[in-house]
């Protein structure tokens, strides 16, 4: 089972959106509704920030989207902070044995 | 507040094991799922084991199948996982993570375990 395919950083200014795309196959992204994605900044613990594609857990700014097209998924942070500058990783169920599949990683920075 | 307390890690040769443990507080481990995640030295997070609220299921990356057990202690409030036959690949940071229809709804720190003589 592959990583998930996505960008290796992206960037923006405050106040501006950016967009994290997380690119599968039909056996997991394109196959069913569980990608979740999730904040970290190093040298703390992984944060989830949406789930089931697009639900955002109670607490996450609504700033954070989530959507899904075919075999892609995509994080949307609108209005960029500072404090939004962290890696970010997809996560979407399989149907390998391998049951959870993450992302590569990207690392979003506000200029 | 519910949190997760990851210990164990630590320096073995290859072929080595180790038994990580993970301690659940301000919530009651036995009600949902948990997994172990870990991340390489400068890569991305990759998912290892997952196990069911009683324990009666278990399930396993390829990458360490046959090697690894999860179990969990419910009475105890605490899970762990087993890792025999180390290789140096197996070097990373463990994280715990509370696991819900197929989410990581909450994670410890980590633990770190490196493998190399």
């Known amino acids: 089972q592959s990583a998930l395919t996505q960008p290796a950083s992206v960037s923006g200014s405050p106040g501006q959106s950016i967009t994290i795309s997380c690119t599968g196959t039909?056996?997991?992204?394109?196959?069913?509704?569980?990608v979740s994605w999730y904040q970290h900044h190093p040298g703390k613990a992984p944060k989830l920030m949406i789930y089931e594609v697009s639900h955002r857990p109670s607490g996450v700014p609504d700033r954070f989207s989530g959507s899904k097209s075919g075999n892609t998924a995509s994080l949307t942070i609108s209005g960029l902070q500072a404090e939004d500058e962290a890696d970010y990783y997809c996560c979407s169920y399989t149907s390998s044995s391998t049951l959870y599949v993450f992302g590569t990683g990207t690392t979003a920075s506000v200029l | 507040e519910a949190q997760l307390l990851e210990s164990g890690g630590g320096l073995v040769q290859p072929g080595g094991s180790l038994r990580l443990s993970c301690e659940a507080t301000?919530?009651?481990?036995?009600?949902?799922?948990m997994s172990w995640v870990r991340q390489a030295p400068g890569k991305g997070l990759e998912w290892v084991s997952i196990?069911?609220?009683?324990?009666?299921?278990?399930y396993y990356a390829d990458s360490v199948k046959g090697r690894f057990t999860i179990s969990r202690d419910n009475p105890a409030n605490t899970l762990y996982l087993q890792m025999n036959s180390l290789r140096a690949d197996d070097t990373a940071l463990y994280y715990c993570?509370?696991?819900?229809?197929?989410?990581?709804?909450?994670w410890g720190q980590g633990t770190l375990v490196t493998v190399s003589s």
């Open positions: 196990i069911s609220s009683t324990g009666t299921n278990t």
């Open positions: 301000g919530f009651t481990l036995s009600s949902d799922a």
């Open positions: 993570a509370k696991t819900i229809s197929r989410r990581f709804v909450s």
């Open positions: 039909s056996s997991d992204v394109g196959g069913y509704n569980y």
